[in-house]
C-alpha cells in the first residue's frame, strides 16, 4: 500500500477577511482509500467545514491531497481523524468539522464527525464564537 498523505502538501493562503467569523465548506465526493481487511476499495464523501483564521485551505492542493488516499490501506475512522489533524496543522483555523460519509457495502453505510475547537486563550477577552 501506498504511504498516506500529511499535512505538508497542504497549501494555504491568507483568510483575505481576518477578524471575521465566516465557515468555508467544501465536499470532495469521490473519496477512495483501501479497507485495510478486505483490500477493497471504500468510497466516500468529505464534507469539510471550518472556521478560518489567518490561513485558508488552497483547492487544488486539498483535491490532491484527498485523492493521495486513494490506495492507502486504513479504517474510516482513522482516515477521518487523520485528515481532520492535517488540517487543523496545515490551517490553526478557529473551528473545524469533517464529515467521512462512507457509501454501504453490505447493507451498512458508515459516518465518521470529527470535530476540532481551538483552545480557548486565557489571554482572550472572550472566546470567539462561531456556528456549527
Not at 11 to 17: I, Y
Amino acid at each position: 500500500m501506498a504511504d498516506a498523505p500529511n499535512h505538508k502538501t497542504l497549501e494555504t493562503f491568507d483568510n483575505p477577511r481576518p477578524g471575521r467569523e465566516y465557515e468555508i465548506k467544501i465536499e470532495a465526493p469521490e473519496f477512495t482509500c483501501i479497507c485495510p481487511k478486505t483490500g477493497h476499495p471504500d468510497f466516500a464523501t468529505m464534507t469539510l467545514l471550518y472556521v478560518p483564521d489567518k490561513k485558508c485551505v488552497e483547492l487544488k492542493s486539498y483535491k490532491l491531497y484527498v485523492q493521495a488516499w486513494r490506495n492507502v490501506g486504513i479504517f474510516h475512522e482513522a482516515v477521518t481523524n487523520q485528515i481532520a489533524d492535517d488540517l487543523v496543522k496545515a490551517l490553526d483555523p478557529i473551528a473545524l468539522s469533517l464529515e467521512g460519509a462512507f457509501h454501504a457495502h453490505g447493507g451498512i453505510s458508515t459516518s465518521v464527525m470529527v470535530e476540532y475547537d481551538r483552545p480557548f486563550d486565557e489571554a482572550q477577552t472572550s472566546p470567539k464564537k462561531h456556528k456549527k
